[in-house]
């Protein structure tokens, strides 16, 4: 067909050249003579080039052969897609009947079925014999011993080989057999759920009070906690407060204390038997709320609601919380030290650090804590009473002029170094490590001024690094100036996600975009966030106080933002015998303070002191009183110095926004001249 078709484009341009060479002569006739034409005879008219009737013979031949050959190719062509088409149907009938003869000789012999059973029999025995999984781990699996009768059903190496390499994990029984081997076969369940409702990644403050919060809404719930820790759910404050003062020497293993009002209680927020197993999450009636201990969340899926553990096994969820909180923070001095200084440093977070420290506290002649903050300094002045009995050296540096000096004003920052250089510990002020190095057994430090300090351990407490390592693979956003995931005013940071406590960077409409650090901030926003997990969608407007103790005399508790670079106006007067964290704690029958004050609301006519404040002069004793932080002439920060059970009143006044006049007029509403 295409020979033709090639064969009629060179012949069509001689045709049409043949027929306009004789419309160009008669016009040319006409012009001339102005005569018609005659008309020729049709038949002796020719279309084709010019010359005789033997040329048009020709292209006639041409043409037919074009056809001809058309006509044979289309004739091909179909044959073929016949054969074609039947050589389809033949595969697919031959496919057919080989499915149905490999089904037929799939069915098994009676005889092969008999000799299945007896394999599962045996293996069931076996399995028995072994206990459930870790029981008897790294002990070898005992063979099952043939006797002659069985060996007329199966032979023996038919029945060794699949009982030592089949773990009960991996047993698959169908229920006749399970039946005929007994109940000693029964398969443990799984170590962990497949699927949890809630599913809550950390084990700290602000994980438990969602747990609490989400059972609270909804009470058949089903929350399961993953944390890396091996200790269920606790509170961290004791850590570097209480239960340093305790006399009694199994604290280090029981973690109870006592409080500065002389109650005991313990760490945990609730025993163990107040949790379910993880392994019966799914199972229980009402619920509950389970603790999968050990185990860290290193990749979540956000869009199939999953996520995936250290151990490659995964969880599926329907609403997750990220409660990881952070890792202290280490300085890069001390990371370059070596793996000999690195033995000899301490980074204070969790209870193991604290046993640790303990532990060290006396076997060691001396212990540098290097950070003058909240843990630094509460832990100088606890390893500084202890001091006085054991006769361990404490020595505290930091690069500020005084204890706290990035939250108090300096001259209460001194007053404070003062008050804890009197609990026996040498501290180092405006001190910048330049250098680290362990020599002669001695951790040796250098300072950026030439001081040289030698000592046995270090502890570190320079800060908290927020922990956001899923922040990638969930698509979370990470702010670069405050750290954390950022969230919305409902703590919600995707669908189906909400951050809490030390992670979470949140936007507060009073005073900007804030992450907090403090127990209070994980209790409210663990709670906010469980209640908007089960539908609440409340928003955070919560003012977060934290507190700090100097052992029982002296502490303080604050809100909003106390940063030292700010204007203060602070009014003090003299403490009384009541104005101590011990007697707060008498009265308000808990060493942490924030969970009873929380729930309190500053009422609008709270009684007034008419009593006159006072600023005291340089070198007086700052007994109690309040300081007031100053942004654009409005408060936005305010500590109570041994003022206690007064947060509800501070939380108003930050809440109102309003620029003061004269702070002394608002002082007056604490009552700090109260006798």
Known sequence: MLKCTAMWQ???PLARASSSLCRHHVRRKVLKCDKMVPVIPKALMSSGAPGGAGDNAAYLMIVGAAFLGGGIYMYSTLSQDKKRYQDRLNEITSRSVKLSEEASAAEP???????????EENTGSVLAERGPPGQNEGVPAQEKTVTPSDSSTISESKVSAPVLETTPGELKTDPSSTESAGADAAVS?????????????????????????????????????VTDEWDLPYMRPPLSKELWFSDDPTVIETLRFKQWNGKERSIYFQPPSFYVSPQELSEVENGGVAVLTGKKVVHMDVRGNKVRLNDDSEISYDKCLIATGGEPRNLQV?????AAVAQHTTLFRKIEDFRCLEKISRE??????VGGGFLGSELACALGR???????????MFPEKGNMGKVLPEYLSNWTTNKVRKEGVNVMAEALVKHVSFQDGKVEIKLKDGRVVKTDHIVAAVGLEPSVELAKSAGLEVDSDFGGYRVNAELQARSNIWVAGDAACFYDIRLGRRRVEHHDHAVVSGRLAGENMTGASKPYWHQSMFWSDLGPDVGYEAIGIVDSSLPTVGVFAKATPKDTPKAATEESGTGIRSESETEAIASGEAAVSTSSPRIPQQGED???????YLRDKVVVGIILWNVFNRMPIARKIIKDGEEHADLNEVAKLFNIHED
């Open 386 to 396: 202890k001091a006085k009995e054991t006769g361990l050296e404490v020595i505290q």
């Open 10 to 12: 060179k012949l069509a």
């Open 334 to 338: 001390l990371e370059r030290a070596g």
């Open 189 to 225: 369940p799984p170590e962990l759920p497949p699927h949890a409702p809630y599913l809550l990644i950390g084990g700290g403050t602000a994980a438990f009070a969602a747990a609490r919060s989400i059972r609270a809404r909804d009470p058949g719930a089903r929350v399961l906690i």
């Open 109 to 119: 012999d009676i005889h092969d079925v008999e000799e299945v059973a007896t394999v």
């Open 364 to 369: 060691v002649k001396s212990i540098t804590i």
């Open 622 to 628: 700052y007994g109690k009183g309040v300081i007031f």
